[in-house]
């Protein structure tokens, strides 16, 4: 089993910024890809980022390219979500996954999840 934890959502105003973490916790593996989703009220899960813990392979939706950036901390165990310039539109419960997916995109390929955090964006 592998457990994860978010933290860092919160209530900011458009043009701020936050940084969001996970934390994996138990039978990690480095052959595992990490991924951030999101989920708006009354909409899909959908793929926000992605990073394998080894090459450092990275994917953005293309609505946040340029302003949020995933990274990570292998001695921490720890995935990031450095989200800038936030909108409106980014508000939504933000979701951290790990697993082997053939495609990094696919929310159902991913086996593990953590619990959600909050974020809002005010205009």
């Known amino acids: 089993q592998v457990q994860l934890v978010e933290s860092g959502g919160d209530l900011v105003q458009a043009g701020g910024s936050l940084r969001l973490s996970c934390a994996a916790s138990?039978?990690?593996?480095?052959?595992?890809?990490m991924g951030w989703f999101r989920q708006a009220p009354g909409k899909e899960r959908e793929f926000v980022a992605s990073i394998t813990w080894i090459g450092g392979s990275i994917i953005h939706l293309d609505s946040v390219k340029g302003r949020f950036t995933i990274s990570r901390d292998n001695a921490k165990n720890t995935v990031y979500l450095q989200m800038n310039s936030l909108k409106p539109e980014d508000t939504a419960v933000y979701y951290c996954?790990?697993?082997?997916?053939?495609?990094?995109?696919?929310?159902?390929?991913?086996?593990?999840w953590g619990q959600g955090t909050q974020v809002t964006v005010s205009s």
């Open positions: 138990g039978r990690t593996s480095s052959r595992y890809v």
């Open positions: 996954a790990a697993g082997l997916p053939q495609s990094f995109s696919r929310k159902n390929e991913y086996k593990y």
